[in-house]
């Protein structure tokens, strides 16, 4: 039974990341920091529907590097990683802190790469590993009152490409999902005229569902996807691509 690690498993796109791949019969790590009840929840849901799999809640601060030994020591096999952690920062570049710049930094690329390099082994010993993180079109583009949210991105997507030839001979897939606007709690903040004026300049006229950006996920860890590594794949509905 293959098992994955599900970072930031109580957001929008990593709870619908961790019930498509239940569905499937993968056992679950399920990360959370602030939302732990979330998870908990989830863990107790899965176990009722799906006995013969296993499932747990773990909690860690992905802004405190000292938690992350005792994190990986709850860990025993795994097969995959999917990292769905992030959040944004909106405004002006002037106006970031430079503590801010630290927490993004720290959320989105040096937790992953530090849990990364404790969880290598694990994944080599699979023989079909799989990484997947859950970057966005920003890192691809950029975007204004963004820039320090697309820059982490953007690093997340260079750091795929350039991992996913280290552990190549490893067996392990190394990519990225980057959705664009999709409809999660990070884009409810929009006005409704916000909303109207983003979704009439997608080519599909709405935006995506967290399961649309999820279904990519489950597919890059299938067995099916052993051939794709190093990519990022944009799930956007046409926008800004």
Do not use: C
């Not at 260079?158 to 990070?186: L, R």
């Amino acid at each position: 039974m293959k098992a994955a690690l599900i970072m930031g498993a109580s957001g929008d796109i990593g709870s619908a990341v961790a019930r498509l791949l239940a569905e499937e019969g993968w056992s679950l790590y399920l990360h959370a920091y602030s939302r732990l009840d979330t998870v908990e929840e989830m863990r107790e849901e899965f176990q009722t529907r799906y006995p013969r799999q296993d499932f747990f809640s773990l909690q860690m601060d992905m802004n405190d590097e000292t938690q992350v030994m005792p994190f990986i020591k709850q860990l025993f096999s795994l097969d995959a990683v999917v990292f769905a952690s992030g959040y944004t920062h909106y405004g002006l570049l002037e106006e970031i802190t430079s503590e801010d710049m630290d927490r993004l930094w720290q959320v989105h690329v040096k937790t992953p790469v530090l849990l990364l390099q404790q969880l290598q082994s694990k994944l080599a010993q699979s023989q079909s590993g799989r990484v997947v993180f859950i970057s966005s079109v920003y890192g691809e583009i950029g975007s204004p009152l963004e820039v320090m949210y697309s820059t982490v991105k953007g690093a997340q997507l260079a750091f795929v490409k350039a991992y996913s030839k280290e552990v190549a001979s490893m067996g392990i897939t190394v990519n990225a999902v980057s959705p664009g606007a999709i409809d999660t709690k990070m884009n409810r903040f929009l006005s409704p005229d916000e909303h109207d004026s983003l979704t009439s300049v997608i080519p599909l006229g709405r935006m995506g569902t967290a399961e649309e950006a999820g279904i990519w996920v489950k597919h890059l860890l299938s067995k099916d996807s052993g051939y794709v590594t190093g990519q990022s794949i944009i799930v956007s509905g046409g926008w800004l691509t």
